[in-house]
Each structure stands twice: as C-alpha cells, then as structure tokens.
C-alpha cells in the first residue's frame, strides 16, 4: 500500500513523500499523486543508499502504471516531466540539506527539531508546529523559539483531542 508511513496525506490532494535519514525525518517534495509521492520517496532512498528499506516501484515502469490509473481515478492532469523536474530538485535539496556543513563550527545543517510536531522553515529560519491527524496535516503557526511551537503542537493536540500521541510537555 503506497500510503503507509512514508507518504502522508496532505489536505487538498496533497501527498508529502519524507524518508528518514541519520535520525532526521526529511521532506522530499508534496504531489498531487500519491503514485509521484512514493517515486519520489524510492529515488531519495536510493541517493543515500537505503538499501534495507523495499522501494515502492521495482521499475519505473510500475510507477508510470500506477500513475496512469490514478490519473484516471482522479481526473487531475498532471504533467510527469515537471513532477519530475520537481522531484528531483526536491531530492537533492533534501539530501545535500543535511550534507551541507555551517560556515562556523562544521555542524551539519538541521532542517528538524527535537520536538514532536515541530521543524524550522528554511526560509525564515523559525520554527513551525504541524500536526498529523486522521491522515493530514495541520499546519498550526510559525515561532521564533522551537519551545512555543511545541507548546502549540501540544495545544493543537487537546484541541483535536488526540489521545493516543503523547506531548511534547
């Protein structure tokens, strides 16, 4: 099944591909087509090598399959070489993101946080809270400490009574 813990449904036909790499979860792009989503999960695992982890095309033959039918299923026309286009820029961002060494002390770059729910935003630098709740994600604000945005998380949690995650305070 294509949807499982590396695809997440986003509103409005939205799917997120994200993979994890040394002990970050990385975005590698949202598509239109759970089908592209997968795809793009499959190459960004074959960039760093994931080899203990089952791709979701053997081909990418299966994938343009799978596409053309939930291309039918869907009535959405998207077209494949600007998804892959997309993709790949989304790939390499994601991966050379956390290879990229700071200027100052040799760190490498952290697109994530230590806290549930919450990411900084690579362009602005804060940090945002989201939350996953019966299959989408909700955006909930940008903070200037990853402290107010987990507290937000946690708010967002009691406001959506999710009882099964467990908060960050």
Known sequence: ????DKINKRSVLQ???TIRYEGKTL??????????????HDKA???IGGSNVKPNFATEQDHKKLRVAELKRSGLEVDLRSVQKYMSSKVDDAISSTRRDSADNGERAILTSDW???YRCKKSGKYCAQLGFKGSIFYV?????????AL???KALKLFKVSNAKPNF
Not at 27 to 39: E, I, M, N, P
């Open 1 to 4: 099944d294509l949807l499982n």
């Open 15 to 17: 799917y997120r591909a």
């Open 27 to 40: 975005c590698v792009g949202c598509y239109k087509l759970a089908s592209d989503a997968a795809l793009a």
């Open 45 to 47: 695992l074959k960039l």
């Open 116 to 118: 549930k729910g919450v």
């Open 141 to 149: 604000g940008k903070y200037k400490l990853a402290s107010d945005a």
């Open 152 to 154: 937000a998380h946690d």
